[in-house]
């Protein structure tokens, strides 16, 4: 059995399903709301505005927090 040496083979991109799901999850952004919305409208205008209402409320979130720079620093 040691004899045997094993070759590694890519995986083909034009036959697999999960290849197809991967690009889905990054076209999408993997947030759950946006993926929702392409899977049940297929509308990537629909889509990106969800999109770019996470971003805003991630903004609107960093926006409430004090810069690092407005603390003392202690020695």
């Not at 697999?16 to 759950?32: A, D, H, I, Q, R």
Request: net charge negative; proline share 7%; glycine share 6%.
């Amino acid at each position: 059995m040691a004899d045997v040496i094993m070759k590694i083979l890519p995986i083909s991109t034009s036959f697999n399903p999960f290849y197809e799901k991967l690009k889905m999850y990054y076209v999408t952004g993997g947030m759950p709301e946006s993926v929702l919305m392409w899977t049940e409208a297929r509308d990537v205008s629909a889509m990106q505005e969800v999109l770019s209402g996470i971003i805003g409320a991630y903004e609107r979130d960093f926006a409430r927090h004090p810069n690092i720079s407005e603390f003392p620093k202690i020695l």
